[in-house]
């Protein structure tokens, strides 16, 4: 059967509540936006011109409709959005600095995204579909744990490429060690990896960029996207290395931009139609430097996926460099 979605991503679709200013009294305000790292990674996909349907679990409440709502909005298929009454909508209230670096406080305790279950799958989206794609937040939690895992089990076994995402979240694990050991096993599912340089030495246990990334290659990812903020992306693809510089622009909120530079890479990847290994240095290059591109726009806006681009405007930025 001939692949009829370019990605598949399964995990969390949430809440974010961004600052919004001060109210009269002084009180911090908070914008009500929609995010969820594996749902943000499709809106950019899909605004560059993917095909894409989500899987995952929201409450049977205000948020969860109004997020099935923002993903039929962006021409993401929520046949894999299923709706629970044991548990609310995840909601993560985001906090930033002067500098527009955020930290979260998570309300999931329980969160509907991690009830999600076996049963719960929608194998029809998983055995056509080019790209899958997963983060660790649904390997924090069981049963979200056992149904991810098999989710990409079988997608795997169906041929598609897997595309991992190991979100640090540290309040939503038990300990450090079990996050490293669970991380570490999403690893070894994968063929494309985006990780942050802190979640690379996390997951490795070295810090030597070069190092760290044999390390983790030997895990099983073919592709290794490292980000490093205002520094851009260091990749390590065979015997390939180098960093891809970003650019320098105003950061409002950073909520979203790694979702959104691995969007847009994924596409990219699906726009060539080749094997990862086939796909040449130069080439690789050229994704980062869109991806690049995509999250300093996204960076420049509050919220997770209403700041994610078009691709025309991606392409319009670029073009005025």
Not at 1 to 10: S, T
Not at 82 to 104: M, Q
Request: aromatic share 10%; charged share 25%.
């Amino acid at each position: 059967m001939e692949k009829i979605l370019d990605i598949v991503a399964l995990g969390e679709i949430l809440i974010d509540f961004t600052p919004y200013g001060n109210s009269d009294r002084g009180n911090t305000l908070f914008e009500q936006n929609p995010g969820g790292a594996p749902a943000n990674l499709l809106v950019a996909a899909t605004r560059f011109g993917a095909n894409t349907s989500f899987i995952g679990k929201v409450g049977q409440d205000q948020f969860g409709h109004h997020l099935k709502e923002v993903l039929e909005d962006t021409n993401i298929d929520t046949s894999g959005l299923v709706f629970t009454k044991d548990a609310n909508t995840t909601l993560v209230f985001v906090h930033l600095d002067d500098e527009g670096e955020r930290t979260f406080s998570f309300y999931r305790k329980p969160g509907a995204d991690f009830l999600l279950e076996v049963g719960d799958l929608n194998k029809g989206l998983l055995s056509s579909t080019k790209v899958f794609h997963f983060g660790s937040l649904s390997l924090t939690n069981e049963p979200a744990r056992s149904a991810s895992l098999q989710a990409v089990q079988y997608a795997k076994d169906s041929g598609a490429i897997i595309s991992y995402d190991p979100n640090w979240r540290p309040g939503l694990w038990d300990s450090k060690e079990d996050a490293i050991g669970w991380m570490r096993t999403g690893a070894r599912y994968a063929d494309i990896i985006k990780v942050s340089d802190e979640e690379l030495s996390l997951i490795t246990g070295e810090n030597d960029i070069k190092s760290a990334c044999e390390l983790l290659k030997d895990m099983g990812p073919q592709i290794i996207l490292v980000t490093l903020g205002e520094e851009g992306c260091y990749y390590s693809v065979g015997k390939d290395q180098a960093i891809v510089p970003s650019y320098k622009v105003a950061v409002v909120d950073s909520t979203g931009a790694g979702d959104s530079f691995f969007g847009s890479f994924l596409y990219q990847v699906i726009e060539t139609g080749k094997e990862l290994k086939d796909i040449s240095k130069d080439e690789i290059e050229t994704f980062i430097a869109i991806s690049n591109a995509t999250a300093a726009l996204c960076i420049q806006k509050k919220g997770a996926i209403p700041a994610i681009p078009l691709r025309k405007d991606v392409e319009g930025f670029m073009a005025k460099l």
